[in-house]
Structures are given as C-alpha cells and as structure tokens.
C-alpha cells in the first residue's frame, strides 16, 4: 500500500480562468462558479491516476494548488469564493475515483483577517465536503507584510478547531510577492520558519494532540539541526526555552513528509526524524517531475529511493508508505478509501 500524503488537484483551465475574473474584477461579478462539469473534472482525474499507477500510487491526497491560493488578494471575498470553489471541485472528483482521491483543504486565509473566520471554513470542508485535513499556510501575506509566526497565540483559534476535529494540517506556504525569493524559495524558508516557532512556543503544550506535518521535509531544520541543538544547549540561549527537552525530541511533536527530490537530503530527513515521523509524499506531478539524468526516473518518483535505503527494516518501510498516513489522517473518508484500494 502506497499513500502519497502530499499531491495537489488535477483540473482543467476552466477552473483557473474563474479565478483570472475573479482576481481581475476584484469580485465585482459575483461569485458565480466556474462551470466545470463533472465530465472535465474525471477527464483531469483519469490524468491523476494514469501518473499514480505509473509510479506505483495506490491513494493520494489532494489538495489545492498552493502557489495558486492568492490568500493576498484583495478585497478577501474573493479569497474565501476562489478557495471555496477549488475545495468543492476536490470533493467532486474525489467522489468520481472513490479509493484512489482523498481531499484535503484549502483554508481561505485572506491576509488581513484572523484564524477564527478560518476555522469556521475548516469545519464545513471537513463535515460537509468530507475532507481529511488542511492546508495552513504560515505566510498569507505572501511575502508582502507581517504576519504573526504559528508559535504565536494569534493562531490558537485555528489550533482550537483542528483539535476538536481531529485533523491535520499540511503546512505549506503560498506564493510569494517579494521579488528577492520565487515562490519555491518561499516555501523552503517559511517552512523552516514554521518548525522552530511551534518548536519554540507553547503551542504543543498547549495543544498536545495537535497534528502537524511540514511539507518538503521540514524545509532547512534537517540540514542546519546542529544549531538548534546547540540553541537547545547553550547557556545563555536557552534561557525561556519553553519546552524543556532536546530539540531531537521537539522534533517529534511534528511530522514530515518526504518531497525531498535528493536521495541524501531524504535519507538525512528519515536518520533524523525516525521513519516513524516521515509521511510518504511526492507532489508528483509537480516541479520534481523532470528526469534525473543518473537515474532516468523522475526526481520525484520517489518509492524507488525509499525503497532502496537498506538502513531501514520492512516495517519501517511500511510505515512511511502507509502506517503513518493512516495513524495521522484517521477520519472515514480515508479509511473507505484505503480500504477500497485494498
């Protein structure tokens, strides 16, 4: 059984020039919809599904595409209709391939509003549209302005929520509006930025169920980890430390995915964190999927590496493939779905 924990939605042009008019005319149209039938819906999953099956995917999850959020876009009608319609159309073609799609949500996180108007929405993606969990992206400013790092109270309203549903949050940032960085580069540096500040915070004593995975295999913490140990460590830097542990163990409160396209930088992420902590993601197709000349397969076609890392056992295999997904994203939806894959 192979779950791929982190994918994004498959879906037709039409979908996406909703959002043009919606961006262009700052909402002055009305919401609307974006018209895509069912039939374009299934014709972009059966896309989805021809790359799973030829890298050997049993379920993925599925969730907006976050470089497309636009949770700076003003005014913030237009965030909260525009995710709204891309969360429905992810429930839609998950229904079309019951057993292979799982969805997860997107937040409307519109820069300038607060987590409480966010957590109302992840309810209704999680009641009414079966959702399995959320996207929570660190920076809805998108790189234009100041937001409050996701140690801070000022996301507790959301926290509160995700506990009481039981669900997990995929953290992972958005585009990015600030001409120093591309949109990739922001994801690696907010992700980075999330992990210590939850780690530095009171937020897992506070929240100690709360469930969080940090997309692209924790951003730069793996590779820089001597000098948060040492932070940990250091007399005069570990004054206020708020969890009082190594930082190896505040690691552990978190869980990652492995959309790492290096062999090593996987390998290092896995000997880090445990196996026990690492979800089984690709993002495939993505921005990995181009060949590796070494290989012949593409950098994110990665079963294979894991596959091939002889320093883990077979259960330890297991649970990065599926074991974990399932402990983690533990509603019915995904339950059914797995079982039909089976």
């Known amino acids: 059984m192979i779950i791929d924990s982190h994918a994004h939605l498959n879906a037709p042009p039409e979908l996406y020039a909703y959002q043009a008019a919606l961006l262009s005319s700052r909402g002055g149209q009305g919401r609307n919809g974006s018209g895509v039938t069912d039939a374009q819906l299934e014709e972009y999953g059966d896309r989805t599904l021809a790359v799973m099956d030829s890298v050997g995917t049993d379920v993925q999850l599925i969730s907006p595409r976050p470089f497309q959020a636009s949770h700076s876009a003003t005014p913030s009608k ?9 969360n429905e159309a992810i429930a839609r073609q998950v229904q079309q391939f019951p057993g292979r799609l799982a969805g997860v949500a997107g937040l409307p996180q519109a820069y300038g509003e607060t987590p409480e108007k966010w957590a109302g929405e992840l309810e209704t993606a999680i009641k009414d549209l079966g959702m399995v969990g959320c996207l929570l992206n660190p920076d809805p400013s998108e790189g234009s302005g100041y937001v409050p790092p996701l140690g801070d109270p000022w996301w507790y309203p959301l926290y509160e929520k995700m506990v009481e549903l039981d669900v997990p949050a995929l953290i992972h940032s958005a585009s990015c509006q600030n001409g120093r960085e591309s949109y990739s580069e922001h994801f690696i540096t907010e992700e980075s930025i999330a992990v210590l500040s939850l ?53 552990r409160r978190l869980w990652f995915d492995t959309v790492l396209h290096a062999p090593l930088a996987l390998e290092l992420l896995v000997r880090t964190v445990g196996a026990d902590r690492c979800l089984f993601g690709t993002e495939k197709p993505g921005s990995g999927s181009a060949p590796d000349p070494t290989t012949g397969r593409d ?44």
């Open 78 to 86: 237009v965030v909260h209709w525009w995710t709204a319609e891309v």
């Open 299 to 342: 950098l994110d076609d990665l079963k294979p590496v894991i596959e091939g890392f002889d320093f883990l056992d077979t259960a330890e295999k297991d649970a990065i493939f599926y074991g974990n997904a399932l402990s983690l994203y533990s509603l019915p939806a995904l339950d059914a779905a797995v079982g039909a894959a089976r």
């Open 199 to 251: 780690l530095n915070s009171e937020v897992f004593l506070r929240f100690p169920t709360l469930k969080i995975v940090v997309s692209h295999g924790g951003g730069s913490v793996p590779y820089q980890i001597g000098r948060w140990r040492a932070a940990r460590l250091h007399p005069k830097l570990r004054t206020g430390q708020v969890l009082q542990e190594s930082f190896d163990e505040s690691l």
